[in-house]
């Protein structure tokens, strides 16, 4: 790839990554939950799962998800449901958080919502054929689809990166910590909303 085709490409990553989204509030929360190290987590799980996704479809996989209709609805459906089951899990909390220390314990759980929100939104692997077809090339080889896949995993990482680190000011996150259960709930209502519509726009599909 060109340079200027890096370019270009890691623009569009970063458009998508800076979206708004259940990924946005899934890093954010992690931040609350654990601080900066919790964010950062579930910044890089994150990525991973963008990664993933790029990979599958630099590689040609992603038509299998894209083509059959039934696995992708059934995707979308296991993802609304995570993120349902993560707003319940909001609401539930008593308010007491941990203090930014990394816990191993908050660390795998921003580790596991941070890959599985990713990894349970197909529309990324959309996403990612509509602008990878964009760059590849019928004779690419490995070496550009690997670069591809970098590109996309390095700017989604770096972007939930900068997220948190600004999240994670000094006096922002304690004043966080001391309204906790509003901020849950925000959170919980905010997941919530997120998978409700995308069930509806499945129902709706149908």
């Known amino acids: 790839m060109s340079a200027a085709d890096c370019l270009s490409l890691a623009l569009l990553c970063l458009a998508g990554a800076a979206s708004p989204g259940p990924s946005l509030a899934v890093v954010l929360n992690a931040c609350f939950q654990n601080g900066r190290r919790g964010g950062l987590v579930a910044s890089w799980s994150h990525a991973a799962g963008v990664g993933l ?54 660390k795998s759980q921003a580790m596991r919502d941070g890959f599985a929100v990713a990894f349970l939104n197909p529309k990324l692997a959309i996403f990612m054929l509509a602008l990878f077809s964009q760059f590849i090339r019928v004779d690419a080889g490995p070496t550009v689809k690997f670069q591809m896949t970098g590109i996309a995993w390095l700017v989604d990482g770096l972007w939930y990166t900068t997220v948190t680190l600004l999240f994670t000011r000094s006096g922002f996150l304690d004043w966080l910590r001391g309204h906790a259960v509003l901020i849950n709930r925000i959170f919980a209502i905010a997941l919530g909303l997120l998978a409700l519509s995308l069930v509806v726009s499945l129902v709706l599909g149908s």
Do not use: C, V
Request: no cysteine; glycine share 12%; charged share 15%.
């Open 53 to 106: 996704y790029a990979a599958i479809t630099a590689f040609g996989i992603s038509t299998l998800i894209t083509t059959a209709s039934s696995l992708l609805k059934g995707m979308q459906m296991l993802g609304a449901g995570y993120l349902l089951w993560m707003a319940w899990r909001l609401w539930s909390e008593n308010g007491t958080l941990s203090e930014a220390k990394g816990e191993p314990g908050k």
